[in-house]
């Protein structure tokens, strides 16, 4: 569903490489912290930014092949993008009814009843919770078999953000060969919805694993000097020195529970791999 295959855009003072792939059905994350090149990827992909080098593919085209009925079947929310601040509601409907062949008006003001968006009221008027969910319903109203997600969460709170994780757990399971890409650096959204993670810093990929490999096998390890020094070095991905001494991301804490029963070694959540594997020392 996407491709992209060494694909490089170079800025003053950003170098941006990457290869990934999404197969049909699976609801990928794009992770890393602020500025790690997540947007850029996405621009990427879509077209709005030209890349250096590399082949990038949407429903196995390149995206200079990409047809205006192919991109009838992506829905895309932009960070930045937004509507005319005049707009209201009922016009922005109006806007994707011309726009979009199969925009369901129904499912449309249905949802924006159950998330409390006011038809009348000017989208200036909105809050940054509400902009940002009218722009996932807006992607959404088109029933795209592609979704293109960017930071659709950030700066929400919990309850805002766990009403758009809902709508993209019932938007996959309505058709399974639907396909999401969502890009996020608040870890914990994507835990529970996502099938697969890459982590990206510095315009790089650090890491490419499914989510439940990394809730299920990996584990951060704390050790004092002599535990350390002691330590087989095989399992670890990441260290990074802490008072107390060191604390080790593994890619098998069930090797160390096992072989080192005095050592302390936690479950790692996708926040644990982000931070070891952007704050510590490479190994």
Excluded at 132 to 155: C, W
Excluded at 157 to 163: G, I, K, P, S
Excluded at 216 to 237: C, N, V
């Amino acid at each position: 569903m996407i491709k992209m295959q060494n694909v490089r855009k170079v800025y003053p003072g950003f170098d941006f490489e990457l290869s990934m792939e999404i197969p049909e059905g699976r609801i990928t994350g794009l992770i890393g912290k602020n500025g790690a090149g997540k947007s850029t990827a996405i621009r990427l992909m879509l077209g709005l930014a030209k890349a250096d080098g590399g082949i990038i593919e949407l429903f196995g085209k390149p995206i200079t092949e990409i047809m205006a009925e192919d991109r009838q079947n992506i829905g895309v929310s932009l960070a930045e993008s937004g509507f005319n601040g005049q707009f209201t509601i009922v016009e922005v409907e109006k806007i994707l009814a011309k726009m979009y062949p199969k925009f369901e008006e129904s499912w449309f003001t249905r949802e924006c009843q159950k998330l409390h968006l006011p038809e009348e009221k000017q989208f200036k008027e909105f809050s940054n919770g509400m902009k940002a969910k009218l722009r996932v319903l807006t992607a959404l109203s088109h029933k795209a078999q592609l979704l293109i997600l960017d930071e659709p969460t950030a700066g929400l709170d919990v309850e805002a953000r766990n009403e758009i994780l809902d709508l993209l757990r019932e938007y996959a399971a309505e058709d399974e060969s639907r396909t999401i890409l969502i890009t996020s650096h608040i870890a914990s959204d994507l835990e529970h919805l996502c099938d697969d993670i890459y982590l990206i810093h510095g315009g790089k990929q650090l890491l490419h694993e499914e989510t439940d490999v990394i809730l299920e096998q990996y584990g951060l390890i704390k050790a004092d000097e002599a535990q350390y020094a002691a330590l087989d070095k095989e399992y670890l991905l990441d260290t990074q020195k802490e008072p107390y001494g060191y604390a080790c991301l593994t890619n098998d804490r069930k090797y160390y529970e096992e072989n080192v029963p005095d050592l302390v070694v936690e479950r790692a959540g996708i926040d644990d791999v982000i931070l070891m594997m952007t704050g510590g020392e490479k190994r």
